[in-house]
């Protein structure tokens, strides 16, 4: 996993997730400390805060998949190595010290799960269960067991899996759809 910061992909795709991270970060600071007013602000106050934080549970937990050392299903609790840092405060100016040290893995995948686990509270709250084109309940729930996988939680992976299952808010194709259907699956065959 040594690498240079010579290939631009590389580095260039560490500074786009923290700077998603960072905007995250940012929403949630507003939302935690009431800087914004007005009906329309606090009417999805739940939802903006949930959405922030499915974001940097998901953007934290693919950094550390691919920057930090593999979790190791059989040491489960005690992966010391390391992992990436978890930003939870926005960068609010350029004087400010960048610099934190890198968790790990372990301590990535408790935040990561402690983010999903809120996320999911409040989608709930803002009554946002499901969505074609944004973050919503069943969207973290299946991150959450994404995550319990990787952790080798099956039993708990297998739980939050099939909530999202169970929830009857989604459909499989079924096995005898025409190819035409599964290249425009919203023309004609009843799927939302």
């Known amino acids: 996993r040594a690498t240079t910061i010579q290939i631009g992909s590389l580095r260039d795709t560490w500074r786009q997730a923290y700077k998603v991270i960072n905007r995250a970060n940012n929403i949630i600071r507003v939302v935690d400390e009431n800087l914004l007013s007005g009906t329309e602000f606090d009417n999805n106050k739940d939802r903006l805060k949930a959405e922030a ?10 950094l550390c998949r691919f920057w930090g050392q593999p979790y190791d299903v059989d040491n489960a609790g005690n992966n010391n190595q390391v992992g990436v840092p978890y930003r939870t405060e926005p960068t609010l100016s350029f004087t400010q010290d960048l610099a934190i040290a890198r968790a790990s893995v372990e301590d990535v995948y408790d935040n ?11 989608f709930q709250s803002a009554g946002a269960r499901r969505s074609t ?32 299952i169970s929830s009857n808010l989604y459909s499989l194709y079924p096995d005898n759809a025409s190819d035409e259907a599964l290249l425009d699956p919203f023309q004609s065959s009843g799927y939302s």
């Open 53 to 62: 934080l499915f974001i940097r549970a998901l953007c934290h937990f693919e």
């Open 112 to 122: 990561v799960l402690e983010d999903i686990v809120e996320s999911e509270s409040l």
């Open 133 to 164: 084109h944004r973050a919503s309940e069943m969207a973290a729930t299946a991150l959450k067991a994404r995550v319990l996988f990787s952790k080798g939680d099956y039993a708990n992976a297998s739980i939050a899996a099939g909530d999202v």
